[in-house]
């Protein structure tokens, strides 16, 4: 069991930065693929960034050249880097820690809410 503690959202103005952490406890962090996903009010959770156990990363290209996402493995945390934020950037933005192979797991966190607004 892996739990997942995000930090760092808040309300931010547009054009803002934001940089969420995202804590998992155990010591396996280092085999995770780490993802943020985000939902925004009446629509489907979105995928926004992943980073493999390895270190590559990847965007949706919403965020392209704006977000970057990152992992310290020995401090078990995960971080998005926002910047250039935008109102349409308004969610919940969500940890994930994936673990694939012949049985996966998946592990959530509970979610901080970034606001961007003037």
């Known amino acids: 069991q892996v739990q997942l503690v995000e930090s760092g959202g808040g309300l931010v103005q547009p054009g803002g930065s934001l940089r969420l952490a995202c804590a998992a406890s155990g010591n396996l962090f280092r085999l995770y693929a780490m993802n943020w996903y985000r939902q925004a009010p009446g629509k489907q959770r979105e995928l926004v960034a992943g980073i493999s156990s390895g270190g590559t990363t990847a965007l949706a290209d919403s965020v392209k050249g704006r977000f970057t996402i990152s992992r310290d493995n020995a401090k078990n945390t995960v971080y998005l880097q926002m910047n250039s934020l935008k109102p349409e950037d308004t969610a919940v933005y969500y940890c994930?820690?994936?673990?694939?192979?012949?049985?996966?797991?998946?592990?959530w966190g509970q979610g901080t809410q970034v606001t961007v607004s003037s």
């Open positions: 994930n820690a994936h673990l694939g192979g012949t049985i996966t797991r998946d592990y």
